[in-house]
C-alpha cells in the first residue's frame, strides 16, 4: 500500500479549561521507567475512506476524517497528557516525564 499525505493537522482540546492550567511534568511510574522495558514501537493507523456511504446532502462534519479529529479534541480534555512530550528528566537519572505545555495538541495525518 502506498499513502500520499495530503496534509497535517493539529487537534487541540474542544475545551480550554484542562484540569492543571500552565505546563507541567506528569512523573512516570517506576514501570515506564524500566530500561528493561523500553522498546520503541512504530505504530501507524490508516483509515481507507468509503464514501459510498456518504450522499451528496451529507454535510462535511459527517466525513470521517472530520469526525475523527472531532472525537479527538473532545477526547482531549480528559485525556489531555496524550498531546504531552515524554523527555528526560533534567537530572541525570534516566528516568523518563511527560511535559505538557497548554495551547499543544496532536498532529493528525
Given at each position: 500500500?502506498?499513502?500520499?499525505?495530503?496534509?497535517?493537522?493539529?487537534?487541540?482540546p474542544s475545551t480550554p479549561a484542562l484540569?492543571?492550567?500552565?505546563?507541567h511534568v506528569l512523573p512516570l511510574s517506576h514501570l515506564d521507567n524500566d530500561?528493561?522495558?523500553r522498546v520503541t514501537i512504530h505504530y501507524f493507523r490508516v483509515?481507507?475512506?468509503n464514501h459510498h456511504h456518504l450522499r451528496r446532502t451529507s454535510k462535511p462534519s459527517d466525513y470521517p476524517f472530520q469526525v475523527i479529529s472531532d472525537s479527538l479534541?473532545?477526547?482531549?480534555?480528559c485525556y489531555y497528557p496524550l498531546a504531552g512530550t515524554l523527555r528526560r528528566r533534567a537530572e541525570d537519572d534516566d528516568r523518563l516525564e511527560l511535559f505538557r505545555s497548554v495551547g499543544r495538541g496532536v498532529p493528525v495525518v
Open positions: 500500500m502506498e499513502v500520499a499525505i495530503k496534509d497535517t493537522v493539529t487537534v487541540y484540569p492543571l492550567d500552565g505546563d530500561c528493561n522495558l483509515y481507507v475512506g479534541s473532545r477526547a482531549l480534555v
